[in-house]
Nanobody
Framework: QVQLVESGGGLAQAGGSLRLSCAVS????????MGWFRQAPGKEREFVAS????????YYADSVKGRFTTSRDNANNTVYLHMNSLTPEDTAVYYC???????????????????WGQGTQVTVSS
């Protein structure tokens, strides 16, 4: 019923940029905080960014702060992750997620997100 589909991943050069999209169907994102996580091969999933249902409130992992920005387009039920100044350490599968309860704040805890996309691969070459 609720489906999240990431797109926009691919190969980028170090110092380059990519924009990931997360299209949500089955439930409006307008009142739900959204999150981005990533997982590299052999490593645990880590938090990247979160954007609140309250427009303008965002939260970023220290590793991406100043380089990545997340935004939302409620009219199109889509969330974006703009990735700039990419490094090989950003190589991972990136996942979009939606919190399970409306009107909740930003969060870096994956257990507080109820719905997840299938992931999109981002590879950054040196």
């Amino acid at each position: 019923q609720v489906q999240l589909v990431e797109s926009g991943g691919g190969l980028a050069q170090a110092g380059g940029s990519l924009r990931l999209s997360c299209a949500v169907s089955g439930r409006s994102i307008s009142t739900y905080t959204m999150g981005w996580f990533r997982q590299a091969p052999g490593k645990e999933r880590e938090f990247v960014a979160s954007i609140s249902w309250s427009r303008g409130i965002t939260y970023y992992a220290d590793s991406v702060k100043g380089r990545f920005t997340t935004s939302r387009d409620n009219a199109n039920n889509t969330v974006y992750l703009h990735m700039n100044s990419l490094t090989p350490e950003d190589t991972a599968v990136y996942y979009c997620a939606q919190r399970g309860t409306a009107y909740m704040p930003t969060s870096d805890n994956p257990r507080e997100y109820a719905y997840w996309g299938q992931g999109t691969q981002v590879t950054v070459s040196s």
